[in-house]
């Protein structure tokens, strides 16, 4: 439970948060006794809690596929992530991991904590897996397989221009955006989304993803990280180290604000892409993780402690988002009020303003052009 002063300072987000702890807990009941769906669902819930409640709102079929695809994914990208395993090892287990997924003997260890674990006891996801139906493994292998080439790619390629970030952010999250969509059109819920739309969703996750991790990125043990493009860092710095240094907080921020508004040209395509859902389980799964990343780029603009900590929404905050995204008129009402929010942060004299402040004006645009904007729930 938070601290007292915490939930004065918040009384809003108290219901929220206890609501979303007693649906986690109630989920949790409704596991299947088979151990390797167990581990599934309890591998899922350590990696993330607010996503694993939203993927226990979609139907069975689709929940079990959907907690396999990410678990598999979470995987590969595991692999991908640690850097104490030498890069000869690294690239063929990630180009090949498509093919182990089916493979029950294949075994390797790596990562830490939950993610050492989700490696070690990987044979109970491949049992998982192998219980889907042949259509929705398609599409899980399909993914893996080239997400696994664009990891291996880029562990020998710096991301140099905004279009290899991009292409980066492609790999590891467009393609999910692709995958899901061909997941939610296979079980006859959706119609399926164009790659255009599909993609840039994931890469709107990703880049706030990259923005807020920058610290723990580039601190990372044995090697640091790098995913910020040089193209735009080195019109501040010399090197992307260099962000982090007291010494150079001003040009850190101007950088920090150039990468927020570089995300922020996929949030009209987010707004798009949920606007066509008809399933409410698939929209709020689909919502969610899209408001939590404004939510978080709103956060992060001009906050030059993305260089010196940790910046995360507050977990109630995250909560009132999970409880009250229900409509499209949500969405709208929190993309606008957090559009608002990084308005009221634009310094005029960031390098950056003119376009961040004409990227904000088209989100809010949009957001009034609805028509929903008086129906929605308030998240902020």
Not at 68 to 96: G, H, M, N, Q
Not at 110 to 130: I, M, N, P, R, S
């Amino acid at each position: 439970m938070r601290s007292l002063g915490s939930i004065l300072r918040h009384p809003d987000e108290f219901y929220p948060l206890l609501k979303l702890k007693m649906a986690a807990r109630h989920a949790e009941k409704q596991i299947s006794s088979e151990p390797h769906w167990g581990f599934c669902y309890t591998m899922l819930r350590k990696v993330s809690r607010s996503f694993s409640f939203v993927v226990q709102q979609l139907g069975p079929e689709l929940r079990n596929t959907v907690c396999v695809f990410y678990l598999v994914l979470r995987a590969l990208d595991t692999v991908e992530d640690d850097t104490s395993v030498a890069t000869d090892v690294k690239v063929p287990i990630l180009i090949a991991f498509h093919r182990h997924i089916y493979d029950s003997d294949w075994h390797f260890s790596c990562g830490t904590k939950e993610y050492k674990v989700l490696l070690d006891q990987f044979h109970l996801v491949q049992t998982a897996f192998l219980e889907l139906g042949k259509n929705h493994q398609e599409v899980i292998e399909d993914i893996t397989k080239r997400m696994g080439a664009g990891m291996a790619k880029f562990i020998c390629k710096e991301v140099e221009t905004v279009d290899d970030y991009n292409e980066y952010c492609h790999y590891v999250a467009g393609l999910v955006g692709l995958g899901l969509s061909k997941l939610f059109h296979a079980d006859g819920l959706e119609d399926l989304a164009s790659d255009y739309l599909s993609n840039s969703t994931g890469l709107f996750l990703q880049k706030s993803s990259v923005i807020r991790d920058y610290l723990e990125d580039i601190n990372e043990i044995p090697k640091s990280r790098m995913f910020w493009p040089r193209q735009i860092w080195s019109k501040y710095v010399n090197r992307l180290e260099d962000l982090k240094y007291e010494q150079n907080s001003v040009k850190a921020v101007q950088c920090l604000n150039d990468m927020v508004t570089n995300a922020l040209v996929h949030a009209e395509d987010g707004l798009k892409y949920m606007s066509a859902l008809r399933n409410l389980a698939i929209f709020r799964f689909c919502a969610i993780p899209q408001i939590m990343s404004i939510g978080t780029l709103a956060l992060c603009y001009n906050n030059i402690e993305v260089f010196r900590g940790v910046v995360k929404m507050r977990r109630g905050l995250t909560a009132k988002v999970v409880d009250r995204t229900k409509t499209m008129a949500d969405v709208y009402g929190a993309f606008f009020d957090f559009a608002s929010i990084l308005e009221s942060k634009v310094d005029k004299n960031d390098p950056n303003a003119t376009k961040t402040l004409s990227r904000l004006e088209d989100i809010q645009k949009t957001c009034r052009e609805s028509g929903l904007l008086s129906k929605r729930h308030a998240h902020i």
